[in-house]
Protein backbone atom coordinates (compact mmCIF):
# COMPACT_ATOMS: atom_id res chain seq x y z
CA UNK A 1 0.00 0.00 0.00
CA UNK A 2 1.39 3.63 -0.96
CA UNK A 3 1.88 6.04 1.42
CA UNK A 4 -0.12 9.05 1.76
CA UNK A 5 3.19 11.18 0.92
CA UNK A 6 4.17 8.84 -2.01
CA UNK A 7 0.57 9.46 -3.19
CA UNK A 8 0.32 13.71 -2.88
CA UNK A 9 3.60 13.83 -4.66
CA UNK A 10 2.14 11.67 -7.32
CA UNK A 11 -0.75 13.72 -7.78
CA UNK A 12 1.76 17.00 -7.82
CA UNK A 13 3.62 15.46 -10.22
CA UNK A 14 0.27 14.71 -12.24
CA UNK A 15 -1.23 17.90 -11.85
CA UNK A 16 2.08 20.06 -12.89
CA UNK A 17 2.73 17.88 -15.81
CA UNK A 18 -1.05 18.54 -17.04
CA UNK A 19 -0.42 22.12 -16.68
CA UNK A 20 2.75 22.08 -18.52
CA UNK A 21 0.71 20.04 -21.28
CA UNK A 22 -1.99 22.52 -21.05
CA UNK A 23 0.46 25.40 -21.39
CA UNK A 24 2.01 24.08 -24.55
CA UNK A 25 -1.17 23.07 -26.42
CA UNK A 26 -2.98 26.72 -25.88
CA UNK A 27 -0.25 28.25 -27.15
CA UNK A 28 0.84 26.64 -30.39
CA UNK A 29 -3.50 26.54 -31.37
CA UNK A 30 -3.80 30.31 -30.35
CA UNK A 31 -0.63 31.22 -31.91
CA UNK A 32 -0.25 34.87 -32.57
CA UNK A 33 -1.85 37.21 -35.08
CA UNK A 34 0.88 39.63 -35.25
CA UNK A 35 -1.17 42.26 -36.29
CA UNK A 36 -3.99 42.04 -33.62
CA UNK A 37 -1.21 42.62 -31.09
CA UNK A 38 0.58 45.56 -33.16
CA UNK A 39 -3.08 47.35 -33.07
CA UNK A 40 -3.70 46.38 -29.88
CA UNK A 41 -0.50 47.82 -28.77
CA UNK A 42 -1.11 50.70 -31.12
CA UNK A 43 -4.28 51.60 -29.59
CA UNK A 44 -2.67 52.02 -26.03
CA UNK A 45 0.26 53.95 -27.75
CA UNK A 46 -2.45 56.49 -28.56
CA UNK A 47 -4.44 56.40 -25.60
CA UNK A 48 -1.24 57.71 -23.89
CA UNK A 49 0.10 59.98 -26.12
CA UNK A 50 -3.56 61.68 -25.83
CA UNK A 51 -3.33 62.40 -22.04
CA UNK A 52 -1.79 66.03 -21.27
CA UNK A 53 -1.34 64.49 -17.49
CA UNK A 54 -0.87 60.71 -16.24
CA UNK A 55 0.07 59.73 -12.56
CA UNK A 56 -0.22 56.05 -11.19
CA UNK A 57 1.55 54.14 -8.94
CA UNK A 58 3.73 50.61 -9.45
CA UNK A 59 5.50 47.77 -7.94
CA UNK A 60 8.63 46.54 -9.21
CA UNK A 61 10.67 43.31 -9.44
CA UNK A 62 14.31 43.61 -10.80
CA UNK A 63 15.56 40.06 -10.93
CA UNK A 64 19.42 39.22 -11.03
CA UNK A 65 20.62 35.31 -11.56
CA UNK A 66 23.79 34.83 -9.05
CA UNK A 67 27.00 32.85 -10.72
CA UNK A 68 25.66 29.69 -9.05
CA UNK A 69 22.28 29.82 -11.05
CA UNK A 70 20.34 31.22 -8.60
CA UNK A 71 17.52 33.91 -9.11
CA UNK A 72 16.65 36.39 -6.46
CA UNK A 73 14.27 39.19 -6.96
CA UNK A 74 14.38 43.42 -5.47
CA UNK A 75 11.22 44.61 -5.42
CA UNK A 76 10.57 48.06 -4.87
CA UNK A 77 7.36 50.34 -5.16
CA UNK A 78 7.18 53.91 -7.25
CA UNK A 79 5.17 56.57 -7.91
CA UNK A 80 4.91 58.58 -11.13
CA UNK A 81 3.40 62.12 -12.42
CA UNK A 82 3.88 63.56 -15.76
CA UNK A 83 2.55 66.73 -17.37
CA UNK A 84 3.22 66.24 -21.18
CA UNK A 85 5.07 67.43 -22.65
CA UNK A 86 8.34 68.28 -20.29
CA UNK A 87 7.35 67.60 -16.78
CA UNK A 88 7.48 64.70 -14.74
CA UNK A 89 7.89 63.73 -10.68
CA UNK A 90 8.53 60.55 -9.43
CA UNK A 91 9.61 58.05 -6.62
CA UNK A 92 11.14 55.08 -5.76
CA UNK A 93 11.09 53.42 -2.65
CA UNK A 94 12.63 50.05 -1.86
CA UNK A 95 14.86 48.01 0.70
CA UNK A 96 18.41 49.23 -0.62
CA UNK A 97 17.14 52.91 -1.77
CA UNK A 98 14.95 55.23 -1.49
CA UNK A 99 14.94 58.11 -4.14
CA UNK A 100 12.70 61.19 -5.66
CA UNK A 101 13.36 63.04 -8.96
CA UNK A 102 11.81 66.08 -10.42
CA UNK A 103 11.87 67.66 -13.94
CA UNK A 104 10.18 70.65 -14.35
CA UNK A 105 11.25 71.48 -17.74
CA UNK A 106 14.76 72.69 -17.33
CA UNK A 107 16.07 71.31 -14.37
CA UNK A 108 16.25 68.00 -13.40
CA UNK A 109 16.44 67.50 -9.41
CA UNK A 110 17.54 63.73 -7.82
CA UNK A 111 17.21 63.34 -3.84
CA UNK A 112 18.49 60.50 -2.42
CA UNK A 113 16.94 60.18 0.86
CA UNK A 114 18.64 57.68 2.52
CA UNK A 115 21.93 59.26 1.99
CA UNK A 116 20.81 62.72 2.19
CA UNK A 117 21.98 63.84 -1.03
CA UNK A 118 20.55 65.70 -4.12
CA UNK A 119 21.43 67.08 -7.83
CA UNK A 120 20.54 69.49 -9.81
CA UNK A 121 21.48 69.27 -13.64
CA UNK A 122 20.19 71.68 -16.04
CA UNK A 123 18.63 70.13 -19.31
CA UNK A 124 16.06 71.80 -20.51
CA UNK A 125 13.90 69.83 -22.83
CA UNK A 126 10.79 67.59 -23.56
CA UNK A 127 10.30 64.62 -21.42
CA UNK A 128 11.40 61.99 -24.45
CA UNK A 129 14.56 63.83 -24.37
CA UNK A 130 15.40 64.00 -20.71
CA UNK A 131 15.14 59.84 -20.83
CA UNK A 132 17.18 59.88 -23.60
CA UNK A 133 20.03 62.14 -21.86
CA UNK A 134 19.33 59.95 -18.29
CA UNK A 135 20.13 56.47 -20.34
CA UNK A 136 23.02 58.04 -22.67
CA UNK A 137 24.93 60.75 -20.94
CA UNK A 138 24.43 59.38 -17.46
CA UNK A 139 23.85 55.49 -18.13
CA UNK A 140 20.71 56.02 -15.51
CA UNK A 141 17.55 54.68 -17.51
CA UNK A 142 14.14 55.57 -16.01
CA UNK A 143 12.69 51.64 -15.66
CA UNK A 144 10.06 51.17 -18.59
CA UNK A 145 10.69 54.75 -20.08
CA UNK A 146 9.97 53.68 -23.36
CA UNK A 147 6.27 53.41 -22.23
CA UNK A 148 6.39 57.59 -20.96
CA UNK A 149 7.67 58.45 -24.59
CA UNK A 150 5.00 60.90 -26.35
CA UNK A 151 4.63 57.81 -28.93
CA UNK A 152 5.25 54.41 -26.98
CA UNK A 153 4.68 52.54 -30.82
CA UNK A 154 7.01 54.12 -32.62
CA UNK A 155 9.81 53.80 -30.02
CA UNK A 156 9.29 49.88 -29.65
CA UNK A 157 7.53 48.35 -32.62
CA UNK A 158 11.03 48.85 -34.90
CA UNK A 159 12.56 46.59 -33.10
CA UNK A 160 9.98 43.58 -33.01
CA UNK A 161 10.55 40.61 -34.64
CA UNK A 162 7.55 38.82 -33.36
CA UNK A 163 4.19 39.73 -31.68
CA UNK A 164 1.54 37.48 -30.58
CA UNK A 165 -2.40 38.32 -29.15
CA UNK A 166 -2.40 35.35 -26.07
CA UNK A 167 -5.97 36.87 -25.22
CA UNK A 168 -7.10 38.31 -21.89
CA UNK A 169 -5.37 37.77 -18.46
CA UNK A 170 -6.28 39.42 -15.53
CA UNK A 171 -4.02 41.90 -13.22
CA UNK A 172 -5.46 43.26 -9.44
CA UNK A 173 -9.29 42.77 -10.92
CA UNK A 174 -8.50 44.15 -14.07
CA UNK A 175 -9.52 42.28 -17.55
CA UNK A 176 -6.13 42.84 -19.95
CA UNK A 177 -5.38 41.92 -23.42
CA UNK A 178 -1.98 40.01 -22.92
CA UNK A 179 0.18 40.56 -25.95
CA UNK A 180 3.98 39.33 -26.00
CA UNK A 181 6.87 40.83 -27.88
CA UNK A 182 10.42 39.71 -29.24
CA UNK A 183 13.34 41.43 -30.42
CA UNK A 184 17.10 40.61 -31.04
CA UNK A 185 18.04 41.22 -27.35
CA UNK A 186 14.89 40.80 -24.86
CA UNK A 187 11.43 39.58 -24.85
CA UNK A 188 8.90 41.70 -23.62
CA UNK A 189 4.94 41.37 -22.56
CA UNK A 190 2.63 43.52 -21.81
CA UNK A 191 -1.62 43.48 -20.07
CA UNK A 192 -3.53 46.52 -21.51
CA UNK A 193 -7.11 46.89 -19.75
CA UNK A 194 -9.56 46.69 -21.54
CA UNK A 195 -12.34 49.17 -22.54
CA UNK A 196 -12.17 52.98 -22.90
CA UNK A 197 -9.06 53.34 -21.22
CA UNK A 198 -6.36 50.94 -22.67
CA UNK A 199 -3.38 51.77 -19.73
CA UNK A 200 -0.38 49.02 -19.25
CA UNK A 201 -1.49 47.01 -16.14
CA UNK A 202 1.74 44.61 -16.55
CA UNK A 203 4.81 45.39 -18.42
CA UNK A 204 7.61 42.21 -18.14
CA UNK A 205 11.29 42.77 -19.60
CA UNK A 206 12.94 39.11 -19.85
CA UNK A 207 16.53 39.47 -21.14
CA UNK A 208 17.77 36.70 -23.22
CA UNK A 209 20.92 37.22 -23.97
CA UNK A 210 21.63 37.15 -19.99
CA UNK A 211 22.69 33.67 -18.52
CA UNK A 212 18.98 32.55 -16.53
CA UNK A 213 16.59 35.52 -18.65
CA UNK A 214 16.28 37.46 -15.72
CA UNK A 215 13.04 39.56 -15.86
CA UNK A 216 12.32 43.18 -14.76
CA UNK A 217 8.43 43.66 -14.03
CA UNK A 218 6.23 46.84 -13.48
CA UNK A 219 3.05 45.93 -11.96
CA UNK A 220 0.66 49.26 -12.88
CA UNK A 221 -2.18 50.65 -10.19
CA UNK A 222 -3.63 53.70 -9.39
CA UNK A 223 -4.15 55.03 -12.67
CA UNK A 224 -5.36 58.87 -13.15
CA UNK A 225 -5.35 60.78 -16.18
CA UNK A 226 -6.92 64.37 -16.51
CA UNK A 227 -7.38 66.58 -13.68
CA UNK A 228 -7.09 64.06 -11.08
CA UNK A 229 -3.58 63.30 -12.32
CA UNK A 230 -2.19 67.12 -12.47
CA UNK A 231 -2.02 68.77 -9.16
CA UNK A 232 1.39 68.52 -9.12
CA UNK A 233 3.43 71.74 -8.71
CA UNK A 234 6.95 69.62 -9.69
CA UNK A 235 8.72 71.03 -7.02
CA UNK A 236 11.44 68.87 -4.78
CA UNK A 237 11.82 70.27 -1.14
CA UNK A 238 15.78 69.72 -0.27
CA UNK A 239 16.02 68.46 3.43
CA UNK A 240 18.57 70.55 5.86
CA UNK A 241 21.90 69.57 5.65
CA UNK A 242 21.42 67.81 2.53
CA UNK A 243 24.71 67.54 0.27
CA UNK A 244 25.23 68.44 -3.45
CA UNK A 245 26.70 66.06 -5.65
CA UNK A 246 28.47 66.66 -9.17
CA UNK A 247 26.05 65.62 -12.36
CA UNK A 248 28.54 62.98 -12.45
CA UNK A 249 27.37 61.03 -9.50
CA UNK A 250 23.46 60.91 -10.25
CA UNK A 251 21.60 58.40 -7.94
CA UNK A 252 20.48 55.32 -10.02
CA UNK A 253 16.80 55.47 -9.95
CA UNK A 254 16.75 51.48 -10.79
CA UNK A 255 18.00 49.42 -7.71
CA UNK A 256 20.97 47.46 -7.90
CA UNK A 257 22.71 47.80 -4.78
CA UNK A 258 26.42 47.46 -3.95
CA UNK A 259 26.54 43.98 -2.77
CA UNK A 260 25.06 42.64 -6.05
CA UNK A 261 27.99 43.81 -8.14
CA UNK A 262 28.09 43.37 -12.00
CA UNK A 263 30.56 40.64 -12.57
CA UNK A 264 33.33 42.22 -14.94
CA UNK A 265 31.90 45.61 -14.51
CA UNK A 266 34.72 48.15 -13.95
Known sequence: MERPATRSAKTWIFVLA?????????????????????????????????QQAISFDY???????????????????????????????ATRHGGFADIEMVFDGKTLTLLSKDT????????????DQLVDVLRDKYHRPVPAADLLMADPYKELMPLVVDAKDLGSGVI???????LAFRTDEVDWQIWIAQGDRPYPCRYVITSTKVKGSPQYTIDVWNWKTGKEAASDDFTLAIPQGAKEVKAGDVPDFDELPAIFAVKGAQ
Open 18 to 50: MAAMAATTSISVARADDAQAKNLFKAMSDYLAA
Open 59 to 89: DSTLEIVTDQGQKLGLASSSTLTLNRPDKIH
Open 116 to 127: NQFVKIEEPGTI
Open 172 to 178: RGVECDH
